[in-house]
């Protein structure tokens, strides 16, 4: 459901609505009021009954859509019986770092009852999305898109897709009317229940139930045979001579998954990692008019464990905008997304006109777990033809398959980085202490706890001295290199996300990062580092670690001074403490507005 339209009152409606500020003409601005109640009910995604959190008495939330330059106040009705906060992914929060939803860093909890607004000015065009960031709520369903159409003017790169004037204006109109896709998983256990059973049995909760698609999908249960038989040979010494459970996933008595750490599994309900019982409620419809020519999907992952693949049977990608920024156009048949990302395609609607399979494959190597929608030609009879691209566990069914590799991903326009930095930090990726706990720099966790500190934006101090901190100064480059170390047992490809602005990925490689810098680590091995034009991220995806450790670096230009998280967005990581946070800017420390401090709900104190 997509909501804005012009109206005068705040909360005459649940839809988002806009209008111009009162004023001079020279100051008008767009403002878009988006009102979200939150509730706390019985939902079925998967067809499988459980307490959730619904928007507006939907799930997902409602679209925000609005234009580059407006400004919207979000205001948040909190009805659920516990606390809560809301983070916008990928908006950079530039000049308002109060309004990033995150507790402890930015705000207080918005209390059982309260309300809250953010305001921010969407400065970035593209494609995000916002959801719940407190306690692991994101697993109870607090999540919706956000769409922000670009400014007149800006450049495209379509003319690399088409350069017939019928392609070039088909392909504008369907940027700017997208089908919104989100792609996510689902569990019948809720955040807290999950949060409770990993902390008494000292486990990571690996498994999960569905995969759903804008809202919905099933439970499949195609059998242990069948589902052992997709992990791939290099893989399977990693089993230790078992099984995947029924519901796909690594057993629970895997050490390599699970430490081999004393645990309490009288503490784990038989049904979390087995007991798969199928559903089938009927999967999602994407609609596509024929008429127009091409269809814009603008995938969004809001996965709380997994990394998906998606595919459309017989109909191949134009990848044209990866997190919120266009990209320069490549042509794939299947994508995997990390946790949090967002990928917009064009798909060409030149098919015969029947329904076609859109397929979510888990690709992880914690859980084999698939779903799939009808990808529907407007006014075509129900007819399906089978033609997979990728099968159950998200692997090319043929050889010339052309799957998106991130890494070749180049930014359009141009957005290179400074070739020197001031500063470097080193942060290790490790887990330590308990095998539910994570740590993102060095051995110390960020623990949940501290969502209910003073936020850092209020007090920069608040964790002085603790580790859990990088300082920075207005207007400088910072390198981030992220150190996957083995020594704590096997480690899966890491999504994190930066709040605040972008960061250009420049560099990976495997073993330790046995340099003081990059531009020592430069003079010994180049062919690790894109300076040039690398991908430009909000999300970055660090490689895997099953037999050696490894390493990432991210450069950052500082441009917005605040307190913002940088974390882990696989949720059980983060609710584990994968997490630092960032004080950007702290020469020029932002002075925070009456309303957004303590006492404060966002409404301007009279």
């Known amino acids: 459901m997509r909501v804005s339209i012009l109206s005068l009152s705040l909360l005459a409606s649940s839809l988002a609505l806009a209008f111009p500020a009162l004023g001079n003409s020279s100051d008008c601005q ?48 909190n009805k659920l019986p516990f606390e809560t906060t809301i983070h916008f992914h990928g908006i950079e929060q530039l000049n308002t770092p109060w309004s990033d939803g995150v507790p402890g860093v930015s705000q207080r909890p918005i209390p059982s009852g309260s309300t809250f607004v953010y305001k921010w000015k969407a400065t970035q065009y593209g494609t995000y999305w916002y959801h719940a960031h407190f306690s692991g709520q994101l697993e109870d369903g607090l999540f919706g898109p956000i769409h922000i159409t670009p400014a007149k003017g800006t450049a495209t790169p379509f003319d690399s897709i088409s350069n017939t004037e019928q392609d070039l204006r088909q392909l504008a109109l369907a940027a700017a009317n997208p089908q919104m896709v989100m792609l996510s998983d689902w569990s019948h256990f809720t955040s807290e229940e999950l949060h409770d059973i990993s902390r008494a049995a000292n486990i990571d909760p690996l498994c999960g139930d569905s995969l759903l698609i804008n809202g919905k999908g099933s439970v499949n249960c195609p059998g242990v045979p069948f589902l052992t038989s997709l992990v791939p040979p290099p893989q399977r010494p990693l089993l230790m001579g078992a099984n995947l459970t029924d519901k796909g996933c690594l057993p629970l008595t895997n050490i390599i998954a699970q430490t081999s750490l004393p645990h309490d599994f009288s503490a784990v309900p038989s049904t979390l990692f087995e007991g798969c019982n199928a559903t089938n409620p009927g999967n999602a419809t994407i609609n596509a008019d ?183 100064k207005n207007n400088t480059w910072v390198d981030l290199i992220f150190m996957v170390t083995i020594s704590g047992g096997l480690q899966p490809p890491h999504p994190i996300h930066k709040h605040s602005n972008k960061g250009h990925i420049i560099g990976y490689g495997q073993g330790d990062f046995n340099y003081a810098d990059v531009a020592e680590a430069m003079q010994s091995i180049p062919q690790n580092f894109n300076l040039n034009n690398p991908p430009f991220r909000d999300g970055f995806y660090t490689l895997p670690a099953s037999t050696s450790s490894n390493w990432m670096v991210v450069r950052y230009h500082v441009m917005n001074p605040g307190a913002f998280l940088l974390h882990c967005h696989i949720n059980p990581h983060l609710t584990g403490g994968m997490a630092v946070a960032i004080l950007d800017g702290i020469d020029v420390w932002p002075t925070v507005p009456a309303q957004y401090g303590p006492g404060g709900n966002g409404v301007p104190k009279c």
């Open 30 to 77: 767009e403002i878009v009021l988006f009102p979200l109640t939150l509730t706390w009910e019985k939902g079925a995604p998967d067809g499988f009954e459980r307490d959730m959190i619904l928007m507006n008495g939907q799930f997902p939330g409602p679209t925000l859509e609005m234009k580059e330059g407006a400004t919207v106040e979000f205001t948040v009705i």
């Open 290 to 472: 024929p008429n127009n020519g091409w269809v814009s999907l603008n995938f969004i992952s809001t996965a709380a464990l997994q990394e998906m693949v998606v595919s459309i049977d017989d109909h191949p990608m134009w990848l044209y905008e990866i997190d919120g920024r266009y990209v320069v156009p490549q042509l794939v048949d299947a994508m995997t997304f990390s946790h949090g990302s967002r990928h917009s395609v064009f798909v060409k609607l030149d098919k015969p006109a029947r329904n076609y399979i859109l397929r979510l494959a888990g690709h992880g190597f914690n859980q084999k777990v698939y779903s799939q929608a009808i990808f529907k030609y407007t006014g075509s009879p129900d007819t399906v033809i089978p033609n997979p691209s990728i099968g159950y566990s998200g692997v090319n069914t043929t050889a010339n398959v052309r799957f998106l590799n991130d890494k070749t991903v180049v930014p359009f326009p141009p957005a290179p980085p400074a070739q020197t930095v001031d500063q470097t930090y080193k942060l290790l990726l490790n887990r330590t202490g308990a095998a539910w706990q994570w740590t993102l720099n060095n051995n110390t966790p960020y623990n949940l706890s501290l969502e209910e500190q003073t936020p850092l934006l209020w007090d920069p101090t608040e964790l002085a001295g603790t580790g859990l901190t990088i300082t920075t």
